[in-house]
């Protein structure tokens, strides 16, 4: 099976920059992703990383350790309609399987 | 709009009933997933088919029960309702069960048991 652990909340000023955390334990593991959801909405895809290292797409970055079992999201000048949470997922091959299996979510509330 | 389309957007049944949600895939895509996600609860897998076969099965209760048809559009059957089963109801699609890597979600049916 999988552990996926990321922060509950977390609060940061309109303009700013913030880090979202995810750890994760796994075999098989290939690949992680992040997606956004706003509150009762589906979430969107924000991200994939399956090697090492940091992933730029404009606003949001996202950096994966395989050997830490770590990742994190980077959101840079923060904009108030980045309050939404934000989930980590990870899949992983196991049983002949490709299975994705979500994190239960980070909620940012960005404040002005 | 991500191409996923869900029917009903809302449900509101009584406890003991059964009732069907309907997920129509984005075009092209084979893959089929559906998660629940309560109000205190992360996103939870539930199953997943791949070209009308079932692929991969998470905390999906007994009482649930899901399939693809030929057309690739899916179901899922919830029976003998229970008040925890109120949620939402999302489902993705993906064009395979596992090299690509993105999931398309659809905008979720909300069900309310009473």
């Known amino acids: 099976g999988q552990n996926i652990d990321q922060p509950t909340e977390m609060t940061a000023t309109e303009g700013a920059i913030v880090q979202i955390n995810c750890t994760y334990q796994?075999?098989?593991?290939?690949?992680l992703f992040w997606y956004q959801q706003h509150a009762g909405e589906a979430p969107t895809f924000l991200s994939y990383?399956?090697?090492?290292g940091l992933e730029e797409k404009g606003r949001f970055s996202s950096f994966l350790s395989r050997s830490k079992g770590y990742s994190y999201l980077l959101l840079k000048e923060l904009q108030m309609k980045d309050s939404a949470s934000y989930l980590c997922a990870v899949r992983d091959y196991s049983g002949g399987y490709q299975k994705v299996t979500f994190g239960t979510g980070t909620k940012l509330q960005v404040i002005p | 709009d991500s191409g996923v389309t869900q029917t009903p957007k809302h449900l509101i049944t009584a406890t003991g009933q059964r009732v069907t949600l309907r997920c129509s895939p984005r075009s092209g895509d084979l893959s089929v997933y559906w998660y629940q996600q309560s109000l205190d609860q992360g996103l939870q897998f539930l199953i997943q088919?791949?070209?009308?076969?079932?692929?991969a099965k998470g905390n999906i209760l007994e009482r649930f029960s899901a399939q693809q048809f030929p057309d690739l559009h899916s179901e899922l059957n919830l029976s003998s309702l229970e008040l925890g089963d109120s949620a939402l109801y999302f489902c993705?699609?993906?064009?395979?069960?596992?090299?690509?890597?993105?999931?398309?979600f659809g905008p979720g049916t909300r069900l309310t048991v009473t």
């Open positions: 796994t075999s098989g593991f290939n690949g």
């Open positions: 990383n399956v090697l090492d």
């Open positions: 088919y791949y070209n009308g076969e079932e692929r």
């Open positions: 993705a699609s993906s064009l395979t069960s596992g090299d690509s890597y993105e999931q398309y």
